[in-house]
Each structure stands twice: as C-alpha cells, then as structure tokens.
C-alpha cells in the first residue's frame, strides 16, 4: 500500500537539557532526525513523509531533508497531538497513515513490515508496543506505594502507529475539540470506540528522551 508517514518534530525536548531540540542533535553524522526520515523514506511501502515543524525552527533548513521530493513540511503545534494533526491534513486524501516519532530513530523495517500487515487488515489501525519487563506500582502523591499493578497485560506504546487516514484525523480533531488528552494516535481511536491491534515490536526503538538515552540511541544504529 500507498503509505504516507506523519513524523512529529516540533518539540522542544525539555528533559534532554541540551541548548537544541533532541531531533537535531547528531549520532555519527546525522541528526536524530535524519536518521528516522531515512528509515522511513527507504521502507518501499512509504511514498512520503510530512514532518511538523515548530515555527521558527533554524535547524531543519540545515538537515538534508530538505531537497528530498518526498519530503513536507508543516506547522507544528502546541502539543504532539496539535502537530500530528497538522500533518494529517496535509496527507489530503491517502488512504493510509502511519504516524512516527521524530526522536525514534532506531526504528527496523521488521517492525515496520509487521505493523504493515496487521494494520492492513485491522479494522482500526495498529501500533507496535512493547510488553512491560518491569515490577508496576501505582503512587499516592507523597511518593509511596498505592498497589502493584498486573503487568500481564500491560504494554509500552511505541510508535509508529498506523490507521486509515480519514479515521485518524476524524478521532484526533474530536479528541482536541473536546480537549482530551491524548498522548499518541490510539488514544483518539480508542476515545472513539475503536480498538487498535498491538504488533509487538523490538525494544531497541527507544524514544530519546534523556542524555543517557543518545548514548543507547548510537549503539543500535552502529549495530545495524
Ligand atoms: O515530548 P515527547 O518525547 O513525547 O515528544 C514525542 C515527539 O513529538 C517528538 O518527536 C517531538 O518532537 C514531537 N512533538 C511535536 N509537537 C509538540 C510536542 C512534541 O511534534 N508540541
């Protein structure tokens, strides 16, 4: 299928405490950035990709990415969700969409094409997670411990997450028209009474968002 990819980059990466957005600072030669747009951009499944902006951004005219023909950029917003949305539009009328982190670059095509083909065949999209390896406890507000949570069925969402276009933008605009929260796409269709398939993907495809994890980040993609 016609696959068209929503990569949000219009934070600001605040726990990263560095001076520049986490989806610019480089590993080898690139910047994060680059490197989930080119995993992406070499999927054969994958005819373009829309990255979201920030307004004023100085550091995506720098990257490479802006002479590829497949390439679009559009206006972030002020959460990921307003961004995601933006990009949503700009997909116009493709069938399908996979939404992707910026600051996952690490991301395989193995997870891609297994979430392809569950996607496909779903009748509401699916996202690729990770099974939780760790011990849950829920806290009360001065730092103890309520209970321990089953973690049997319990999952990290990762991204990407994939659904028919259409069906993602109409959940997310009623999602933020109602002001929910939604912290990624399978809220919204979930919030709309959909239910998402989960493709377990591998736990390499961190999300940078600490120091330590850029370290993490450089030793999967030297691995590759
Ligand atoms: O902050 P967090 O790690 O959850 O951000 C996940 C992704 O969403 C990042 O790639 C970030 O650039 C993007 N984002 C965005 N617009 C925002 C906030 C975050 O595109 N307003």
């Not at 939780?132 to 999952?155: F, P, Y």
Request: proline residues 4%.
């Amino acid at each position: 299928p016609g696959i068209v990819a929503v990569v949000p980059a219009a934070g600001v990466g605040k726990r990263m405490q560095a001076n520049i957005p986490k989806q610019y600072l480089t590993i080898g030669d690139k910047t994060i950035l680059e490197h989930t747009v080119n995993c992406l951009l070499q999927h054969a499944d994958i005819v373009a990709v829309i990255i979201a902006i920030s307004d004023g951004d100085e550091y995506f005219a720098e990257t490479g990415l802006q002479d590829d023909s497949r390439v679009t950029v559009v206006s972030g917003g002020k959460e990921r969700a307003d961004s995601v949305l933006s990009g949503l539009i700009a997909a116009g009328d493709a069938k399908w969409v996979m939404v992707h982190d910026a600051a996952r670059p690490c991301l395989q095509h193995g997870d891609l094409d297994a979430l392809i083909d569950t996607a496909i065949t779903s009748e509401h999209g699916a996202i690729l997670a990770a099974p939780v390896r760790d011990t849950m406890k829920r806290a009360d507000s001065h730092g103890g411990i309520n209970e321990t949570v089953c973690r049997e069925q319990l999952w990290h969402a990762l991204t990407p997450q994939m659904f028919p276009t259409e069906m993602l933008r109409d959940a997310l605009k009623s999602a933020l028209e109602n002001s929910l929260l939604v912290t990624d796409e399978a809220s919204a269709i979930e919030l709309a009474g959909g239910k998402p398939k989960l493709v377990q993907g591998s736990a390499s495809n961190i999300k940078v968002t600490q120091p330590d994890d850029l370290n993490l980040a450089a030793y999967y993609l030297s691995t590759r």
